[in-house]
């Protein structure tokens, strides 16, 4: 077989002729070339009626712009209702009664069927918490031990009963819809605060239980919007976000004006305060989480405490970090104290949103660390201040910063950072989208080394009976040095658990070809007393009879600029790449979030039961390389990702890799705009397109929830220079009626709040009045999913089972090798 080192003008990395290998699960079965194609009349469809009523024409800095499916923006009307249910009855059979429908579904949930537990979380109880997955559960439950060792990768439904507790658990017939978003303890570990959704909405519901008792001891908290687990106060109460004006009743939940609010704990919401209300000076800004700020999180700390705010515009990665200290300590203020500091007696950290700030730990001396990208240092380092810099700064004052990691010498981005154990720092670098991590002795800012491939420092142990992703070649050079390998070439690392009086540390491990794994990190010191870090394995394993390998691999490929695109491709090992094969091709390119390594039940199907190829672009608009990255496609520019990605199309197909006729494209929310962008524009390139949650009408965003946010991501409409740009761009208002359009299943859901049904709705309605079917031709299909929201992570096992084998077969059905 032909290596991926072989493809011409193709970068490859160093560690391998094939990037990651790992035995996987296998599904059992791959579908036969004679199943692949509709079959005759089975495309004979009649496409519904889009709405004759409610359409509408509008002049706009000097252009009518039509807007024939207006109406479709209402989700509960009548006319809405009809269209979706229209829609569901021409998709879902078609979907549904596929001969290798309940083969793929079987292989799908096979896929996520092996036990699943991410990253233990230390508490002052003394308990770690986790969740955990035997497989086939609807979804991940909570549980604890204070034996980590003796419990984890256990199932707390062994049959000796050695497993670890079931602390809280959401696979109930109540609780079929309901999803956790997010949680926090307690600085006691007395508390727990669980954020709630119901049905995949961005609005949430905060509950509060005594993790003794695992009961609920405090009144639901309602109104809630993205708080990424609560800050807590003391034991007394805790920070969250929410509207301002809730009263309580569902029916009042409306985006408006936001705050961060301090909930005390045993008391009504409606004495809820707004420490920091997104008004006044404030308008229109939001805070990501509120972090304290101590080297002594203990209940009741010896150590001065300060309490932080991210200020975010919009959706940039750029903040204005605010400041404030908690005077006594945090048992001794609440709301109202709070909110009078925030108004008078306030300092920051950083201004002028020139990047993003956020606190990552302190050490015993009382130096606290930040994470920071802004003041013209946009790829990232460490800058700290101390407590006599408190001291000496004035109220409404920035903070002298000192430097104590500068930006990474080769120019690689700082994607995350962490304090543990109020000694060592550990920091994440992002190169070319795979991660790399350097250790720092943060009492000393001696650099104690680094995990880059075959180059990782430290006393890791490769533990034989877990399986770990990274080539043959890393393991047989771990094996014969001092320098054991724990991070996979093509990998990426999930957030850090640590404990800010704790030696131990954890965290995930996650590639494009393997589910994600555990590691142990523990702080120790040689003979000299000099700090060194310890990293193993802890018991993650499985058994699986049956096992397949996957590969990743990594080339750079020219887009229309001569910009060096990083392009991931993914397949199974002996795959003969001499001949074009079925491709599936990913990508993301906004909110500078980068496209990093992580396992996707899609994508190993779509390898394993298709045999096909996975290629995923870090196309810009990303976060693949940072600000400049993001800045490059951002705005009225978005179109340069959007060639981008048609370029990884293009490199695909010239490779030999694939042809138009055997590529497909995937892309979710913003990626589902630039899927249904690139449609528009190089519709010749693609053979099927995947639209997920697409944002497809640049005109009317804004207008929806909190699309006003997005603007610094998209441009505004209501800007005259951006809309010319815009409305020449929007997926929605450009259709062609000169070419054939790829075929294309679009798919939404009832509950998503975050890109509302609307932009798929009338994207559907429009694209399927100009394009009736053929029988020759190519279907355009519109699934709208209910009971589900925005995030796949808040959707039970069934529905994400059902959303993947659909995909699965529109791909069948679209495409012949």
Known sequence: MPSPSNLPGASISTTGPYGALHNQPTSGFTVSKGDWGHKAGQFNVKYPKGPTDGGVTEEIFGTKVQDPWRSLEELDSEVTTKFVKEQNKLSIPILTNHPLRHKLEKAVEGIYNHERMDTPQLQADGYYYWNFNKGNWPRDILVRSKDLNKHFGKSPLQDDGDGPEIFFDLNKQDTENVSMYAHSFSPSGKLWAVVLQNSGSDWQTIRVFDTTTKKSVDVDVGGSKFTFGVTWIGEEGYIYKRIIGYNGDDSSLADGAYAMFYHRVGQPQSTDVAVLPFTGEFHEHFVGKAFTVSSDHSTLPTKRTFLTFDIYRNTNPETELLIVELPGGPREVDGQIIAELVKDKRKWVTRGFTG???YIGSIASDKHFFYSTADGHPTGRIMTFDTDDW??????????????????????????????????????????????????????????GFTNAVETKGNIELDPNIEVPVPEEEFEIAKDSDSKVIIPEHGSIKPISSQYDSDDFYFSVDTWVAPSYVLKGKIVNDVQGELEVDISSINTTTNQEDQENLICTQVFYDSHDQTKIPLFICHPHDLDLSKPHPTLLHAYGGFCAPMIPHHDAFFASFMRNLRGIVAIAGIRGGGEYGKRWHDAAKGIKKSVGWDDFSYAAKYLQAKGLTTPELTSVYGTSNGGL????CSNRFPELFNTVFADVAITDLIRYHKFTLGRMWMGEYGSPDDSSDFPTLLATSPL???????KYPSILVTTADHDDRVVPGHSLKYLAEIQSKHLPTKEGNVILGRLYENAGHELSAKSLEKKVEEVTDRLIFTLLTMKP
Not at 414 to 440: D, E, P, R
Not at 674 to 677: E, M, N, Q, S
């Open 674 to 677: 630039l899927v249904t962008a």
């Open 733 to 739: 208002h450009n259709i062609r009626t000169d070419c």
């Open 356 to 358: 993003e700030t956020r």
């Open 391 to 448: 001291d000496s700064t004035p109220a409404n004052g920035t903070l002298p910063f000192k430097e104590f990691v500068p930006v990474d010498a080769e120019g690689h981005q700082l994607h995350n950072a962490q304090v543990i154990g109020s000694k060592l720092l550990m920091l994440i670098y992002l190169k070319h989208a795979c991660a790399s991590v350097t250790f720092y002795n943060a009492l000393t800012g001696v650099k104690l």
